[in-house]
Structure formats: C-alpha cells, structure tokens
C-alpha cells in the first residue's frame, strides 16, 4: 500500500501542472454539485417553514365570481358565504371526510384600549377550531370555547406583541386575563395571550365569530370557511371532494354546479403533495446538473491518464518484463485516478460547504415581504453528512470510472512492442 | 534439460507475413554460457524473446524447468518471466524515475518482498558489482557500463533460473564491454547461473562455452567453445 502510494505520488509529482489542471476541473464539479445541493435544500428548507404554519390536513374555502350564468343569473355574479354554507359542510353530505368546521370573518380596524393604553388592530372572528387550522400556541389563558360561541361572548384572545403595548409596566400577560377591553363601546374581555412570532405574519385579535356578526350587524356574512378532514388520500379522491362540495355550494348560492370560481378552495394537503413532488424534482434536478459538471471533470481525468499510459507505455512494457501481472499494472492507474480525483473532490466539497456557509450568513438571514408577510427565500441553505458521504462514495465510483479504460489499456501492453518502441 | 525447443515456428504478420523462425530445435543445459550469434534479421531477438516468455510462437513446443509454455495468460506467463528469468537488453530499460536501487529492488516488489528486505538485497547487488556508491543516483547520471551492470543485478535479483541477454554489449565501448562480460563469465564460472546472450559480437561470442549460430530462420552450425579461441581478434578483447 505504502509502495503503491509512492509510486503514484512519483506520477503525479511529475505531472503537477497537468494533474493540478484536471483536478481543478474535479473540484469545480464537485463545488457546484455542493452548492447546488446546498442552496436547493436552502429553497426547500423555506417551503417547509412556511408549510408548517397550517395543518396540514385542512381546505380553506373563500367566495367567488361566478364563470357561468345560471338559474336567470348573469355570469359575473359575486358569491358571499354564509351561516348556510357552514351548515352544508356540516351536514351528513360530508360528514364521511368532513372532521372539524369552521368558520372566520374579518372586521377592523379597532382600537383597542385597557390600562389607558390602546393599539389598533383588525379582530378575526372565527371558531374553536382555528387554533388547531393555524397552530396557535398559547401563552397563558384559552382560547376560543364552545360557550363563547354559544353565548356570543365578548371574548377577546390577544396576540402577545398587542398584549406586550397594553400591559402595565412590569406586569406580565397573565395579569391581563380576566380585564375588560373597551372598543366600539363595547367591554371585551381577555381570556388568553397567543404567542406571535416576529418575523409572522400581520397580527389580529380572535374573538367568537358569532358575537362578531353581531356587532357588526352582519349576521349572515362569513368570510372563510375551514374544515380538517380525513380519508383522501390521493389527488385523486381530493378532486372527486372537492367537485362534490363545489357543486353542494354553487347549488345552495343557484350557480353552476361545476362553475370553478364561484368559489375558491385551497387544499394544504394537496398543496403539500404537490410540493413535495415539486421538490423532490428540484433536488433530483440539481443532482443530475451537479453530475454532469462532474461528468466533464472525470472526462479530463480519464484523458490524463490515459496521455500517461501513452507516455509510460515503455515503462510498463519493462515493468511486465520483470514480472509484474497486468492487475498490477492496472492497480497504478486505477489508485492513480482514484487518488486525484478524490483529494481534488475533497477540496472540492470543502470549499462548497464554506460557500454554503457564506450563503447562510447572507442570503440566508434575509426575507423579503410578500403581500405583507415577510418570507424567507433561504432556510439553512447547507448540505448533511449524507451528502457529504455520497460524494465520497461518487467519487471513488467516478476515479474508478476514470481509470478503467486507461488501466486497461496498460494492462493491455505487450511487453515485447512496448520494449520496441523508442 | 533446462530449457527444450521443439520445432518452433515465428510468423510476424504486419499485412505481408514474414516466416522468421522455421523451425528450430535446441536444447540448454543448466549452467552453460551460450551465445547466439546470426546475421542481422535472421530472428536472434525473436528467438531470445520466446525463451524469455515476452513473446509467443506459432508452432512446435518451448519447455522450460520441465513446464510446457504455450499459451500461457499474461497473468502466468508474468509470474514465470518474474520467477525463472532474467532479461538484460541493449539498451538497458532502466525506470529513469527510479534510483539505481529502486530498479534493482522492483522485481522483489512483484515478488511481495516487503521494503526493508528488498532495499537490503539490492543493496547487496550492488556493492557486489562494485555500483555501491552510485545506489541513490538516477540512470541519467550513470555512465553506459553502470547502466547496464544495474540492469543485470536487477535480472538477477531474483535468482532466475536464466540470465537472457539481447546484445548486452552493444551500447558499450570495448573496455566496458569487456567489463560486462567478464562479470557475466564470472557469474556463470561462480554462481552457475545459465546464460544465453545474442550478439553479432565475435569477441563477445568468444567468451562463451558454446556458440550458436542462427541462419534463415533455423539453427545452423554450434561451436563448441571451451578454449575459447574463436575469436580472430584474440582472446582477451572485442573489437568494435
Ligand atoms: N514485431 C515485429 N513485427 C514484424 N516484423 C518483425 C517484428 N520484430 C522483428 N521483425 C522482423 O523479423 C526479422 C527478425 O528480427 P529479429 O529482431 O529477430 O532479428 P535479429 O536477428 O535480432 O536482428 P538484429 O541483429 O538486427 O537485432 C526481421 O526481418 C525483423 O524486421
Ligand atoms: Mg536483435
């Protein structure tokens, strides 16, 4: 092993220029599959965040325009939702996927004011079930219950960088349950404290939605329809639903029953699916672009070492002349390419996953606004040991590769034409 | 017999055949000294690199230590050149890139000998043909007579069964080939090995026990040599 070490590095110091050439061309290959990788999976990384904001397993459902005339109507037609719609989804129809319903409206803005202080702010009426649809966690207190809707309580659940402006100096949000807030004349009461995250979203208030048609006398208008469901799997059955729901709502508002915007609906699970498909494309995508820019760098390593066959042909041809079987001579080769693609693959990967580490830092700590929310383009934008092993693994597969038709071509040499040759 | 020919045939085919060995049939002994001598193109290399396995033949059979060699893979065929024979050329086929003591050692390397034992013997070689100093120079920094007094400790590294040599003295100058051939008439005299080397040397044929002369493709006369007398320049040197 230590002699065969010897005679490669004997090669290779010989060769430096040409070796360092086609090893520039290896790492090159191997830099821009690292960092390909790394800023796909930075991508991906910030898909998934923003995904992870919902359940997963939930339709939201908003009013349209209709397409189509229908029953005298015009097409063009705007479509509300109501408290009917609510009823329709919660009936038997549906009853066999349909879990949880609910409902939001939004109304504003409200200034809010308790302990003198005051903030203003939009109010999201909206069901019990809105804090699982969103993930709400909270930071003391509950959230919206069944009796608030029943009653059409006055109940009030403050976000907590709201809550932060209207507490009393060194006081904490617990000491805000339980307070009155007046607005609209009209005294809320705070039964919880939601966390917000800085970087999220625009921030409201919850309160019970029927208490909210109320006090804005709109006792038919819903803005949202929401519901988790269970049993459709595929993007097949979703479709089938969703045609199904689609027409039970078009006919209750006398639209077409297939009109397709007349309502809206946004499926996360079918949305999910078809991002993970889509970045399951992506990574596949970038790892094939990363393995051709290899590809050209194993092409100029099986070039080297096959112009270093031509030139130590006679060598060779001596070497087989004292005994040495064509397995050793393809030994010299096959170690000789496999060596030089691996350190410069090596080099390589460093200076990637340092590229990655820059990308991090910059591109990765930024976010950009988008309709109000701030979004992070890059997430982690760095690449994990799997990945480092499996360049480990490709480029021994690819020194190998690079060597194969040079090392057989050597071991091929006769040693009576090469001993000719001058 | 060491070594055994039976009617060996050698046909080159580079688009026009050309029927170089016609035949021939030779037997040599362990521990002769032979010389094959012919005029140029009459087949001497071709027959020397058939006995040292570098090469096939067409027809007839080659035994060699009482093993038949024919058609032997290029696996087989390096672990008997490795093991039975050593090859001395004109032009000596050193590994420039290698020391003197690293081409010595390298056939020992094909043997498996670990590095320590290697250096250790070809060390030995060397202060044996008097090149002790010059172990650590490159074969561009020795002069032709180094050169090949390297190669030949490198053929015999091994302790082959034969020493074959194509025209050892014919890069050399008449001083130092008499140099070599007294080395090589030493080693036959004191060590016994057997030796077969072509020349178109008289001098160099002289030195020999037994004189081979090769013609058109088959043996033609052998000259019994002991006194060696056969050269018409005298005795003790080579004309050039
Ligand atoms: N590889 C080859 N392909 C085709 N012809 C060859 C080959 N090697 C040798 N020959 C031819 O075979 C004949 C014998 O060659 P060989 O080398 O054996 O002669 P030789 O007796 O050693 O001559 P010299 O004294 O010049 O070295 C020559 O005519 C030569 O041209
Ligand atoms: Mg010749």
Excluded at chain 2, 8 to 19: E, S, V
Excluded at chain 2, 168 to 192: F, I, Q, Y
């Amino acid at each position: 092993m230590k002699d065969l070490l010897a005679e490669i590095w004997e090669s290779i110091r010989r060769n430096k220029l040409r070796t360092a050439l086609t090893g520039f061309a290896v790492a090159w290959g191997i830099f821009m599959l690292i960092v390909l990788l790394g800023a796909g999976n930075g991508l991906m990384n910030a898909f998934n965040q923003q995904g992870e904001q919902f359940a997963s397993n939930t339709m939201v459902v908003y009013g349209g325009v209709t397409s189509q005339p229908a029953n005298g109507y015009e097409a063009g037609r705007y479509i509300q939702l109501n408290n009917n719609d609510i009823s329709i989804t919660q009936s038997a129809l549906f009853s066999e996927n349909v879990d949880e319903v609910g409902a939001t409206m939004y109304s504003g803005p409200y200034v809010l004011v308790l302990n003198g202080r005051h903030v203003s702010t939009y109010l999201v009426g909206c069901y019990p079930n809105m804090k699982n649809m969103n993930k709400i966690e909270l930071i003391c207190g509950r959230f919206i219950n069944p009796l608030d809707m029943q009653m059409e309580r006055k109940s009030l659940v403050l976000s907590a960088s709201h809550a932060s402006q209207l507490l009393n100096g060194g006081e904490d949000y617990e000491s805000l349950l339980g307070k009155s807030v007046s607005f609209g004349g009209n005294s809320w009461m705070v039964v919880g404290v939601y966390k917000t995250d800085k970087s999220a979203q625009r921030v409201e208030e919850y309160v019970p939605m029927p208490t909210l048609q109320v006090l804005t006398n709109e006792l038919n208008r819903v803005g949202q329809i929401n519901f988790s469901f269970h049993g459709l799997a595929t993007e097949e059955d979703n479709n089938q639903f969703e045609a199904r729901y689609r027409a039970a709502i078009n006919k209750a508002h006398k639209a077409a029953p297939d009109d397709q915007s007349s309502i809206w609906i946004w499926n996360r699970f079918t949305q999910n699916m078809q991002m993970n498909k889509g970045t399951s494309i992506l990574r596949k995508a970038l790892w094939v672009l990363g393995i051709l820019t290899l590809i050209g760098g194993i092409v100029g390593v099986s070039n080297i070492m096959l112009i270093t066959v031509k030139e130590r042909t006679r060598e060779f041809g001596v070497r087989k002349a004292i005994g040495a079987s064509p397995w050793e001579i393809m030994k010299l080769i096959l170690a000789e390419s496999v060596s030089i693609t691996a350190f410069f693959g090596y080099v390589g990967m460093f200076l990637g996953m340092v590229a990655c580490e820059v990308m991090k830092m910059t591109v990765g700590q930024s976010s950009v606004e988008f309709f109000g929310e701030s979004i992070r383009l890059f997430v982690n934008p760095t690449v994990g040991l799997d990945v480092a092993i499996g360049v480990t693994i490709v480029l021994v597969i690819a020194g190998t590769l690079a060597g194969l038709s040079p090392a057989m071509k050597a071991a091929k040499i006769r040693p009576i034409q090469a001993l000719n040759e001058t | 017999m060491l070594i055994e020919l039976h009617n060996i045939h050698k046909t080159y085919d580079n688009g026009q055949p050309l029927h170089v060995l016609k035949g021939i049939d030779l037997g040599i002994e362990q521990g002769e000294f032979v010389s094959i001598m012919g005029a140029s193109g009459s087949g001497k290399s071709t027959l020397l690199n058939i006995l040292g396995i570098l090469d096939n033949y067409d027809e007839g059979e080659y035994w060699l230590d009482g093993k038949l060699i024919k058609n032997l893979s290029e696996k087989e065929a390096a672990h008997y050149r490795n093991q039975m024979i050593g090859f001395v050329f004109q032009s000596f086929n050193l590994i420039n890139f290698k020391t003197a003591v690293e081409n010595v050692e390298l056939p020992l390397y094909y043997q498996g000998f670990g590095r320590k034992k290697r250096n250790e013997l070809a060390m030995r070689y060397l202060e044996h043909f008097g090149l002790a100093e010059w172990a650590t120079h490159y074969p561009n920094e020795l002069s032709g007579g180094q050169k090949q007094r390297v190669a030949i400790a490198r053929a015999l590294i091994t302790n082959p069964r034969i020493l074959l040599a194509d025209e050892p003295t014919g890069a050399l100058d008449s001083k130092t080939s008499v140099e070599v051939m007294n080395l090589l008439t030493d080693l036959n005299r004191t060590e016994k090995v057997t030796i077969i080397v072509v020349t178109h040397e008289s001098g160099v044929a002289n030195c020999t026990d037994k004189i081979i002369h090769i013609k058109d493709g088959i043996i033609g006369e052998t000259t019994m040599n002991e006194q060696h007398k056969a050269s018409v320049f005298g005795t003790s040197t080579i004309m050039k």
